[in-house]
Structures are given as C-alpha cells and as structure tokens.
C-alpha cells in the first residue's frame, strides 16, 4: 500500500513538473515579428533582457552624465544560438520542416522557446531563454537535442552541437577586465569586473559603478558539444550571473550549479506558478482568447521589471519602474531607462493589486531620493522636495538635453508622487509606512507646491505659471487644470496625514490649505467644460489624455461638466497619442455609464498598439514610430479592466480606509471576469463580475474584521464575507473594524 502511494505521489508530481501549459497563457508563432524591437522582453527585477536583443541590463546601473544618463548596456552574453552538425555540415533551415520551427513565449512558466524540427534528418532541437526567478542573478539557456526515430540511418544524422554566443558591439557604458579567465578546477569561473565610464550626479554618485559577470562556460570561441548517435538526448545548460557583489554572483553560481538543469527550471516555473496561483491573475471567461493572451501578456511584462518576492539572496534596493522596463533602456526611444510619471500614475495603480510589497518597492525609490528632490527644489529656487520630470539612479534631474522645458515644466510629478502614496495609503491602510514613508516625502511635495504657487492676494486666487500639464504639445502655459488639480489633491493630503504622523504644526498645514483653497480650476461656464489651461481654444488638438485625467484617476469631478470634457477632448486628441490614453477615455465612459463609447475606446487602446507576435504594446499606433514594450499603455490598459469595467476603486472617507465595489460590466465578448486575488490591508480579497452584478469574497485570518458603510450606519461582516452587488444597488463600501 506504502508502495501504491509513493507511487501516485511521483506520477503526481511529475505531471505538475510537466504540466501542459493553458491557452491562455502560451503564445505561438511560427514566424517572428518583422521587428525584433517587439519580442519579448525578460526580467526577473534585477537583470533584464529582449530575446535576440544585444544588451542586458541590470536594476539600478546606469552610465552617463546628467541628461545623458541611461541605462548601462552590458554585452548579451546570454544570448546563444545553436547549430546540429557533423562532419559534412550543420543543418540549415532547408532541412527544417515546414512550419517546423516554432517561436514560443510561455507566460505561466517564463520563458521563452524556440523548437526546431528536422524530421527527415531525425531530430528536433528546442533552445529557451530566461531570467530566473528565484536565482534572480542568474541568467539562463538551456538547449534540448532529441533524436527521432525514422526510417533514416543514423549515420548521416548530427554526431555534435555548436553553441555560438551572439552579445552585439562591446559596450560603451562600461569598461571590463578579465579578473579570473576560469580553469578545470571546481568554483574557478571566468569573471569580468566592469566599471561604468560616467558619473550621472558626483555629488549623489561620487564613484563609478561596479559590476561582476560570471560564467559557467566560456563562450569566446563556439563550443561544441559531441553528441554520439547512441545518445538519444543531448542537454546543456550555460548560465551566466551578475551582481555589485563578486562574492554574492558567485554564490547564486554555485547554487544554480548544484542543480540538475530540470530542477533549475523547475523551480524557475514554480516561482512564476506561484505568482500566477497566488499573488495575481485574471481569468477572462467566454469567447477571450486573443483579450486573454493580451491580458496575460501585459501582466507578465509589467511583472517582469519587478523584483522577485522571494529569492535566494536578499534584493538590491530598487531603482523604479520605466516606461519600457528593465530589459530596456540605452535608447532615447526607451526613454533610456528613467522613471517619470509612468511608474505612479500609470503603472502603480495595477502593481498594487499584485501585491502590496511589490507597490512598496516601487516607492521605496522615492523615499530613497527625497534628498535629491529637496536639492532639487533649492537649485531651482523653491522649498521642499521636487521630484525631477526623469531621474535614474541618483534621483537628480536626467531629462534628454533635447528637451529642457520639459524638465522645468512637468512640475505635476511631485504631485502626482503624492497622489500615489495616498491611493496606496488607502489601499494598504498601513499607518506605520504612512508615517514612515509617505508623510515625509507628502510634507515636502506640499512644501514645494507652496513655494511654486503664484497667488494673487486681491483676486483670492492661486496659479501655477508657466507650466506643462501631461499634454506635452502645450508648453509654458497657466494654470493647466490637471497640474493644479492635482496639487491640491496633494496639499490636503499633506494636511490630513500630518496630524496622524504626530505633526502638529497648525501654521504649516493653514499655509498649505490656503494655497489648496485658492487654487484656480478652469471651467467655462457657457459650454460646461475644463479648459485645459488658460488660453486653450476649443478644437485645438492635444496630445493625450490631460484633462479628461481629472474624472479617473484623480475622482476630481465626477459631474456632467466631465462628460463634456470627454465629448470635447475626444474629438482632439491626435491618432498617433500613446495608448494609455483611450484606456483613460475608456474607463472614465464606464463611470459615466456611456458603455457603448467606453467599450469602443477599450477597444481602440489597445488593437493598433499590441504587435500580434508576442504582445508586445508599443507607445504609440501602427503606421507611427514609438518605444517598444510599453509598459505604460499595458498600465493604462489594466486599469481599465479593473477599475472600469471590474468597479473597484480604494479610497477614504474621513479617517477611515475603504475599499469600494460600483457598477460592473464587462468588455466585448466576454461573459464574465475572475481575479483571484486583490489585497486590502492584510487581507486578500477575489472579485468575479459580469455585466450587472459581481461578487465580492474578502479573508482577513488575523485583522479585526470588516464593515460594510452605508452612511453613517455600519454592518460587522467578520473577519471574512461574501457579497453580491447588482449595479442598480449603491455601491459597497468596506472598511475594517475599528
């Protein structure tokens, strides 16, 4: 019996190990894109890559002065090819079969693959790529040889394999020497020590960078690895790893070792499963397939750029989330690996619902360069802490040279980093990072908000001058309505958290109020509509969503003067705008119960950007030029998913934390929408919605429970619950027990 269940235990376990991987997770082409600029991008947080790409990239590590900053390309040592000869040649694509070779990105285990069949010569070969997940120093290719029975001797069939490294140009970022060439002896691997060329800042860097890249197996010259026609199976594995620390990427390199190159992957493949089974997924049901491979896709890639929760050694601090990830960024059409507004406004909101660590490290990097920020704001002549428009990895101002009047203008991001901490705030409802980390950085934002105001004493009013909002076609304008909106939404937040924080400065909060208060909001009263700045002229065309920004995200006006805006900025906003936008047009429809038009934008933002390959989005439509793997519009997608269609939305009421379920529907073609798992506070909650309803189901093993509001009535709901809502129904509020 003992026997019996031992055995069923190891069936079990290799089918799991084995398990074929669903639909929806695995794209499948047998051609690649005509750009290879769109195939997918790889990262695990701390080192990342573009399949067939020359560079690899590491969290953090970026080279250049000021402005000319970006990330520092490393050789892409990783990436191999391989070819199955013998002594008369290597098989060449005439031997393939037809469509014998397929391009394979399988998003539920990681990695990429490409399988290549020779069947008249009697064998396949299958090569994957990835970053691990785990061993997130490590990078990995793996190649599988098998032979196929047929009717062929096996004579003329391959006797060896060639391996041959591809990495592009030696980099100009860094300058690396061989400091250990490896031997036959055990833990002696050839190791290169690199250096960057350029400091960004010297007074936050006052040394170069330094990196250590180890190899399992030298690939300067190919390598050839002999394959006896007696063998029906030849495996190989070459792993690279990289680190500051020599001594921390030998480790990771020792442990990768020790394993066997099925457990290798296997445990990489856990560590994704894992993510996928209980940190974060959606699940699209009814005819979705291409919307759920999209779906999937821009999870995985946004997922990608993010530090791995778990892993063998402790993380590095995090160096923010850019418009095109960690995989990218020596370009100036990856905006070279900064970080703007893109992470908070666009990216954080779908990473918080991920889990909360991994919003936290993303604005762990704010906190870390709030000294920057003040210095920031004293070299430009104001108080406080301004967060620069671009910033890599000393914080300071890196805007491309090309455009300075961005850097000076876009001042909405130190708002919009403010914004973001109390959305988290509400969602998290965790008082100790509030005072931690959010009040400090939110007292200097509002300090520098002050200090950046104009304010006109006879008038009553205050003004932000000279100013570009995120329509980027309209510079040095007043008073841009989302620049200024958002900034009061920053002042008051400022002037709520302070006195939780222990701060009781009434001068300080009645000087932030009193700009807050006297804040113009533009509103043209006989058309009912928000300028988007002064002098704005209807029908003048615009880059992006601007105005429309102050329906969602920022719950600024919800009235019948914003469905205007909508009707109104529809019509001008320009084709090639980048994709985030109709996912704004999109969701603020849904909140203006405008289904018909919001399932049209849905739609219209993301068709023209997703490349049909792999998913990858690009910034801006077919037929225009813009950054690949934007993980921006993928954001702005998202949101539209979840909190348009799904109905969720944190926020507070007064000094209490809600989490809030509206109207539902769904997008075209689908029945019904499961995530299976959202955090709230130290609770994890599963949303399920349709058109019409959706239900509600929240666990919270160790909190105090929760309560449904409704005014000022309150309804105990335990420490778990299950709640249908209709759409005609107010929507549910749920906060914790006190």
């Known amino acids: 019996m003992l026997k019996r269940i031992l055995f069923v235990v190891l069936i079990a376990l290799l089918k799991s190990c084995y398990a074929e991987t669903p639909e929806t997770y695995l794209l499948k082409s047998h051609s690649l894109p005509p750009d290879l600029n769109f195939m997918p991008t790889l990262g695990n947080g701390h080192l990342g890559y573009t399949v067939f790409g020359d560079s690899i990239f590491m969290n953090g590590v970026y080279n250049g002065a000021g402005g000319n900053s970006k990330r520092a390309r490393i050789p892409n040592w990783i990436n191999i090819s391989t070819e199955a000869c013998n002594r008369f040649g290597c098989a060449s694509a005439d031997d393939v079969d037809v469509n014998g070779t397929s391009y394979e990105m399988d998003l539920r285990d990681g990695y990429f693959r490409e399988r290549t069949t020779y069947r008249k010569l009697g064998f396949s070969v299958e090569q994957r790529t990835y970053p691990h997940k785990f061993y997130n120093r490590a990078l990995v290719y793996e190649v599988v040889a098998t032979r196929i029975d047929n009717k062929n001797s096996r004579a003329n069939s391959p006797k060896f394999l060639k391996l041959t490294q591809y990495p592009g140009k030696s980099s ?192 762990d990097y704010r906190k870390s360069k709030l000294e920057a920020a003040k210095y920031h704001a004293n070299v430009t002549g104001y108080k406080g802490a301004r967060f620069p428009w671009e910033s890599a990895y000393t914080g300071t101002e890196v805007t491309n040279p090309c455009c300075p009047e961005v850097a000076q203008q876009e001042i909405h991001i130190s708002a919009d980093i403010s914004f973001a901490l109390q959305k988290f705030f509400a969602q998290s409802a965790d008082k100790v990072w509030a005072c931690e980390t959010a009040w400090p950085i939110a007292a200097e934002v509002a300090e520098f908000l002050v200090s950046r105001a104009s304010c006109e004493d006879s008038q009553n009013m205050c003004h932000y001058l000279r100013v570009m909002g995120p329509d980027e076609d309209h510079p040095d304008v007043n008073d841009n309505v989302y620049t200024n909106a958002v900034a009061k939404i920053a002042l008051e937040f400022a002037e709520w958290l302070g006195p939780m924080c222990g701060n009781t400065s009434t001068a300080l909060f009645e000087s932030w109020r009193e700009v807050s208060d006297r804040l113009v909001i533009l509103r043209d009263e006989v058309l009912d509509y928000h300028p988007q700045h002064q002098g704005y002229m209807p029908n003048t065309i615009v880059k992006q969503a601007d105005t429309i920004l102050l329906g969602y995200p920022l719950r600024f006006d919800n009235s019948a003067t ?33 289904d018909k038009l919001a399932n049209e934008y849905f739609e219209r933002g993301y068709r023209s950007y997703v490349r049909p390959e792999f998913k990858v989005w690009s910034e801006t439509p077919l037929g225009y030029e813009g950054s690949a793997n934007f993980l921006t519009g993928i954001g702005g997608f998202l949101q539209a998913l979840i909190f348009g269609y799904g109905g969720l939305d944190f926020g507070r009421l007064d000094d209490q934390f809600l989490m809030i379920i509206g109207p539902t529907r769904t997008p075209p073609n689908v029945d019904e929408v499961h995530i299976n798992s959202i955090p709230y506070g130290r609770a994890k909650c599963s949303l399920t919605f349709r058109n019409h309803s959706c239900e509600i189901v929240c666990w919270d093993s160790f909190g105090p429970g929760f309560q449904k509001v409704q005014g000022q009535r309150r309804t105990s709901l335990g420490r778990s619950f299950n709640l249908t809502h209709r759409n005609e129904d107010p929507p549910i509020e749920i906060s914790f027990l006190s």
């Open 562 to 594: 914003h469905l205007n805006d909508l009707r109104f900025y529809a019509n001008v906003t320009r084709e090639s705008g980048p994709a985030m936008t109709w996912s704004m047009f999109a969701l603020n429809y849904l909140t203006s119960w405008q």
């Open 172 to 363: 100009d970022a860094f300058d690396f020497v061989v400091v250990n060439n490896g031997g036959s002896s055990s833990g002696d691997y050839r190791t290169l020590r690199g250096r960057t060329k350029e400091l960004e800042f010297a007074k936050f860097q006052p040394d170069p960078q330094e990196i250590f890249v180890l190899f399992s197996e030298s690939l300067e010259q190919p390598l050839q690895l002999q394959w006896p026609t007696w063998q029906d199976q030849l495996n190989y594995s070459i792993i690279i790893t990289i680190d500051r620390d020599e001594g921390v990427a030998r480790k990771e390199l020792q442990a990768v070792l020790e394993l066997s190159s099925g457990n290798l992957l296997q445990k990489h493949t856990e560590s994704w499963n894992s993510f996928w089974d209980n940190e974060f997924s959606i699940e699209l049901r009814g005819d979705a397939l291409e919307l759920s491979h999209i779906v999937n896709a821009g999870i995985f890639y946004l997922v990608s750029s993010l530090p791995s929760i778990e892993t063998n050694q402790k993380n590095e601090p995090f160096y923010g989330l850019s418009p095109t990830g960690l995989g990218r960024g020596n370009l100036e059409a990856d905006y070279q690996g900064h970080n703007f507004w893109d992470t908070e406004i666009w990216m954080l909101p779908v990473v918080s619902q991920f889990g909360l660590e991994y919003a936290k490290q993303v604005l």
